[in-house]
């Protein structure tokens, strides 16, 4: 069974860091791009950041410098490092999976900035 499990969401005060995760199961997570999206309440998904297999990066311009994605193969898990966080970061943020015309979403998990 395919499945996207996000994690690490919560409530954060502006300027902190939160660490989501997004394990997988069920795919050969080494030949997939791994991305973060994002929602926010009323506007359209947005990509946030993308990881390739070979582990080339790509960032919206509004988190470059703050969100680090990473990938662990070993553990078919995704990561989105994100300081310096802001009231505008929150969204709830969606993992996915993208190989060829295959798009595989995760849950989703709760992301609040606010003081």
């Known amino acids: 069974q395919v499945q996207l499990v996000e994690s690490g969401g919560g409530l954060v005060q502006p300027g902190g860091s939160l660490r989501l995760s997004c394990a997988t199961s069920?795919?050969?997570?080494?030949?997939?791009?791994m991305g973060w999206y994002r929602q926010a309440p009323g506007k359209q998904r947005e990509l946030v950041a993308t990881?390739?297999?070979?582990?080339?990066?790509m960032y919206v311009d509004s988190v470059k410098g703050r969100f680090t994605i990473s990938r662990d193969n070993t553990k078919a898990t995704v990561y989105l490092q994100m300081n310096n966080l802001t009231p505008e970061d929150t969204a709830v943020y969606y993992c996915?999976?993208?190989?060829?015309?295959?798009?595989?979403w995760g849950q989703g998990t709760q992301v609040t900035v606010s003081s």
């Open positions: 996915n999976a993208g190989r060829a015309r295959t798009s595989i």
């Open positions: 069920g795919i050969l997570f080494s030949l997939y791009v």
């Open positions: 990881i390739t297999n070979g582990e080339t990066t």
